[in-house]
């Protein structure tokens, strides 16, 4: 039952996180391990804890206490831009481009390639175009023709291509995908679910936040149910189906037993949920 | 497809786009033309226009820098006196290239407190740079003990004004400003800084050092204004540039820089400072008196704004 990949030791391992704003705990003692080419979708109710973690994540936000261990090695970051340098990458709901900047200024956005010309570092644009258009005719094919116009004049696939390409570009070890299809047609959706495999066949460990849970059970391996800032269960998406997640996001999980699927690979995973 | 490029590119032009400032310099080029042909369209009057129309750019270059940030300047006049008396003071005493260095940097200083308040006491630009507007103009009276010094004749500062060196000085700068705002990283971080400051922290871009040094560009921008504009006059006055700002911010705007930010670039501040020199000069050539010439200004101001602006932005202009 247990994946081959939990086998190897973890890329990324959040242990015993709790965050408090004054007398709030959003997160409550929660723990997460994520492993090489994984796919974890993330599910709660609203209030749940999903965005907190997240935001923990990518270094948006320091955690009150607990340990995050990137590649066995404990790590804390103190803005998105050091948990990018450190291989984390998010793909934000609201995706987070620059409207008037063209799609390569926006996939290179802090991290432009320069050359340098009588001793003054300048843009190497033909060099960024050249990655941009590779990354994006892999993504939303046609749309690399169009490196050099401005983002606002793209479709919101088309933009959310751009945000994902951004998160792409610098070959990061973790992604972090926030409601990706929340803003997609149907078409689109399929093309977004096929690319979260790419992603997993690559390598890459990917956290999924969505509410559609039929997209999570479709490409997750994984799914983590969270309700009032803890773990409620952490589940293997073919020992469970919706009904069951539906109803633990709902319950807490408190009428239910202890799921087989946590078994002996998530030990803190089960003990934290007490505390 | 093809008209979905085509849809781009005009509201590109409508935008940080050079057709409607070339279009608006055109129509004004045309009805001056048309109202006093023998005194407007020749060659010296149109020295004389450049002459005028350097100046401006030279100190909304950095303002321009400024605007595309999201920010605005307005101390830019004051602190463009303050560098003209500073220069034309020294330069008995240390000479006339040490005295314009000073006078450039001492324009810098200023613009280095604009943007340290701004940034680190969290003042919106505004406000820090009105208030400068008023210091600065002080200091300028106060050093100045209310005094003018002449730069008539005195090498080099004097002849800084003339034309064709002030044409040829707003020239080098154009180009040191161009290649700053779009080939290099600072340029482009201005840019996102405009597009979205949230967006801006997100990708961890310097954004502290990024606004201390905009608005330090912008000082010495107007420091090196100052003393233009005193060889202009052949004098340092307390009250030189007076309402400055309100010049070349019409400039920066009618050459469509938004003040929405993030859109814009310093060819279009040329071609805007072209635009407003040649208006003003149409507008005494005519005979118009400056009580009129200040409403027309002013009009033009409002309306080089609503043409420009972005109403969905409006709510994050600092």
């Not at chain 1, 481009?97 to 050359?115: D, K």
């Not at chain 1, 088309?158 to 070959?171: C, H, P, T």
């Not at chain 1, 073919?238 to 999980?253: N, R």
């Not at chain 2, 080939?183 to 979205?196: D, E, H, N, P, V």
Request: hydrophobic share 50%.
């Amino acid at each position: 039952m247990i994946q081959q990949s939990t086998d190897a030791a973890p890329v990324v391992e959040l242990r015993n996180i709790e965050k408090r704003y004054g007398q709030v705990s959003a997160l409550r003692g929660m723990s997460l391990n994520l492993h090489k080419g994984e796919a974890v979708g993330i599910v709660g109710d609203n209030g749940a804890g999903k965005s907190t973690l997240v935001k923990i994540l990518c270094g948006a936000v320091q955690p009150t206490s607990g340990e995050i261990r990137l590649n066995g090695k404990p790590i804390g970051f103190n803005s998105p831009h050091e948990a990018r340098l450190s291989g984390i990458e998010i793909v934000y709901q609201d995706l987070a481009v620059i409207g008037h900047l063209t799609i390569t200024q926006n996939v290179f956005l802090g991290r432009e390639e320069t050359r340098s010309f009588a001793g003054v570092k300048l843009l190497d644009n033909r060099k960024m175009d050249r990655i941009t258009r590779k990354l994006i005719a892999g993504l939303d094919p046609g749309l690399e023709n169009r490196t050099r116009v401005s983002v606002d004049s793209l479709s919101g696939g088309q933009k959310q291509s751009v945000a994902v390409a951004r998160a792409m570009a610098f070959g990061p070890k973790v992604m972090i995908l926030d409601e990706p299809t929340a803003a997609l047609s149907v078409e689109k959706i399929e093309r977004m679910l096929t690319l979260i495999r790419t992603l997993k066949e690559s390598g890459l460990a990917v956290i999924l936040i969505s509410h559609r849970l039929q997209d999570i059970m479709t490409v997750c391996d994984r799914v983590v149910v969270m309700k009032s800032g803890a773990l409620v269960r952490d589940l293997h998406v073919c020992t469970t189906d919706i009904d069951e997640i539906v109803k633990l996001m709902v319950s807490g999980g408190e009428m239910g037993a202890v799921s087989g699927a946590l078994g002996s690979a998530h030990p803190e995973g089960a003990s934290t949920r007490s505390g | 497809m093809a008209g979905k490029l085509a849809g781009e590119k005009l509201k590109l032009s409508f935008r940080g786009g050079i057709l409607i400032p070339l279009v608006s310099l055109l129509v004004i080029v045309v009805i001056f033309g048309a109202l006093a042909p023998t005194r407007f369209l020749t060659i010296p009057n149109a020295q004389v226009v450049l002459t005028q129309a350097a100046v401006l750019a030279i100190v909304g270059f950095g303002v321009t820098l400024v605007i595309i940030s999201g920010s605005i300047d307005l101390s830019v006049g004051s602190v463009a006196a303050v560098a003209g008396i500073v220069a034309a003071q020294l330069v008995p005493q240390v000479g006339p290239i040490p005295a314009l260095l000073l006078g450039v940097a001492i324009g810098g200083v200023a613009g280095a407190v604009n943007g340290l308040v701004f940034v680190y006491l969290r003042v919106p630009s505004f406000l820090v740079t009105l208030a400068m507007l008023t210091t600065a103009r002080g200091i300028a009276y106060l050093i100045s003990d209310g005094e003018s010094f002449t730069v008539y004749g005195v090498p080099i500062l004097g002849d800084l004004g003339a034309y064709p060196t002030v044409v040829l000085i707003a020239a080098a700068l154009l180009a040191l400003f161009w290649i700053l705002l779009n080939k290099t990283q600072m340029g482009l971080y201005i840019r996102a800084l405009g597009g979205s400051e949230h967006i801006a922290r997100l990708v961890g871009l310097p954004l502290n050092r990024i606004k201390v040094s905009l608005f330090m560009l912008s000082g010495l921008a107007a420091g090196l204004g100052g003393l233009v504009l005193a060889s202009r006059q052949g004098a340092a006055t307390p009250n030189l540039g007076t309402s400055l700002e309100l010049d070349v911010i019409t400039a920066v705007v009618l050459g469509g820089t938004p003040l929405t930010g993030c859109v814009g670039n310093v060819t279009n501040t040329v071609i805007g400072a072209i635009a407003i020199s040649a208006l003003a000069n149409g507008l005494i050539i005519i005979g118009l008196t400056s009580d009129v010439q200040m409403i027309v200004k002013g009009m033009v101001l409002v309306l080089a704004i609503l043409v420009a602006l972005e109403r969905s932005k409006i709510g994050i202009i600092k």
